[in-house]
């Protein structure tokens, strides 16, 4: 009888951490999906990039794509080891990674293919893309008197010849209920560079 019990006990204690583990993994793993368009939100999502590829990361791409059903799905190209010349275009949708391709890079002769990516760090990060998607969408508010303007996609633009100055911060966002697309352009340093609709 007493054996049976200590079974009984030990397979309900097993179920118990399955169950628990499962749902620190989903919880964990939708993180990115559910932070809001804000300087706070989207530095978790660099957290969660940074935990999922490493601190020294390189990316030549990176774009984080708003759906209303399904919340955040990121888009990047990737590599932790440039000169490879290897790279893996990878999608996060509902906390979940996927590897859609791999990328061979060609660079021109004498030139390191680093010169051509960047890193998430002080210089180029989402915390500062998340404060810009604030930014414009008070601008909106103002001046085009949208109640709640949500995003659409955001995108760190990193130019093709390898000139950090030169890097972007892309933002679209449109009314909550649909219509005009408003998109806005930033400097590297956050200095509104152009917005169109």
């Known amino acids: ?66 759906d209303a059903s399904i919340g955040n799905i990121i888009s990047l190209t990737v590599t932790d080891n440039p000169e490879s010349l290897k790279m893996g275009e990878w999608n996060q949708a509902q906390g979940t990674w996927k590897q859609n391709a791999e990328v061979t890079l060609e660079v021109p002769e004498g030139t390191k293919a680093a010169d051509f990516m960047f890193q998430l760090n002080y210089q180029i990060n989402l915390s500062k893309l998340g404060a810009l998607i604030e930014q414009s969408k ?36 449109k009314p909550e209920n649909g219509g005009t697309t408003f998109r806005f352009y930033y400097t590297r340093n956050g200095e509104l560079r152009k917005m169109d609709y």
Do not use: V, W
């Open 1 to 66: 009888m007493l054996y049976t019990e200590i079974k009984y006990m030990k397979r309900i204690t097993l179920q118990l951490l399955t169950i628990i583990s499962i749902f620190t993994l989903i919880s964990c793993g939708e993180n990115s999906a559910k932070q809001p368009a804000t300087e706070s939100g989207f530095f978790n999502i660099e957290k969660d990039i940074k935990k999922q590829f490493g601190d020294n990361a390189y990316f030549t791409n990176l774009s984080i794509i708003h």
């Open 138 to 173: 008070k601008q909106l508010q103002e001046e085009k008197n949208l109640d709640n303007p949500t995003l659409s996609i955001a995108s760190i633009i990193f130019p093709k010849n390898g000139d950090i100055s030169k890097t972007e911060y892309s933002i679209n966002l």
